[in-house]
């Protein structure tokens, strides 16, 4: 069962989105993905000046950008929509073998705090197998996103597995190879029709643009 201890409800009758929400909530494939090019060259080159890692930084900046645009902290709880007070990401890394296992990274007020934390997260991450005291304990909670990162690949579309039934809303977000010619990076966002839109979408990613652009490691 989901905890609600770290969300409050929204008062769903005086709520914009109420018939919206109606509208996508009972959909087999509630989701919509947009794919977008962030401009992530003034944050790849601190990250090389400073030798911080670019993927912490981006994640940590990804996880920031959630806690400032109130939209996308939304989630559904027996059907009914919540604001998250708090949140975390579940990231995907690889392990020795090159199998995928999940890292809990929590958002930290400072970077330097977040990177100490996800260094631990992730050596122990990645000594355990998929199905972790860690993945029982904290996967399938509502105040996750779920984070994937293919470095190999410059995409331009991409699609997820799913599986049928209610949804908790959950975003995903898909970061790709970075392009050091162009400075840029390709990022898939994965949103619940029931809780944003397109135009929300967009100034999300407006917002974590910023939070990339004006990234320092404190």
Not at 67 to 77: C, G, K, S, T
Not at 124 to 143: H, I, M, P, R, V
Request: aromatic share 16%.
């Amino acid at each position: 069962m989901t905890s609600t201890s770290n969300m409050q409800p929204i008062d769903f009758d005086s709520w914009p989105r109420k018939q919206h929400f109606e509208l996508f909530k009972n959909f087999t494939q509630p989701y919509f993905n947009v794919c977008v090019q962030l401009n992530a060259q003034t944050l790849f080159d601190y990250c090389k000046a400073q030798n911080i890692s670019f993927f912490q930084a981006y994640v940590y900046c990804t996880l920031k950008a959630c806690f400032a645009y109130e939209p996308i902290m939304l989630r559904i709880i027996e059907s009914k929509p919540w604001l998250l007070t708090s949140i975390r990401a579940s990231v995907v890394e690889l392990d020795e073998d090159e199998c995928f296992v999940f890292s809990y990274f929590d958002y930290l007020g400072s970077f330097k705090e977040f990177s100490a934390n996800s260094d631990k997260v992730s050596k122990q991450s990645k000594s355990n197998s998929l199905f972790s005291d860690a993945f029982a304990n904290t996967e399938g909670q509502a105040d996750l996103i779920h984070i994937s990162v293919l470095p190999w690949l410059n995409f331009s579309a991409f699609s997820h597995a799913f599986s049928e039934g209610q949804s908790l809303g959950i975003p995903k977000f898909v970061f790709g190879q970075y392009d050091k010619e162009a400075g840029t990076m390709p990022l898939s966002v994965d949103v619940h029709h029931s809780l944003m839109d397109g135009l929300h979408v967009a100034r999300f990613v407006k917002v974590l643009q910023a939070e990339c652009d004006h990234f320092k490691c404190k």
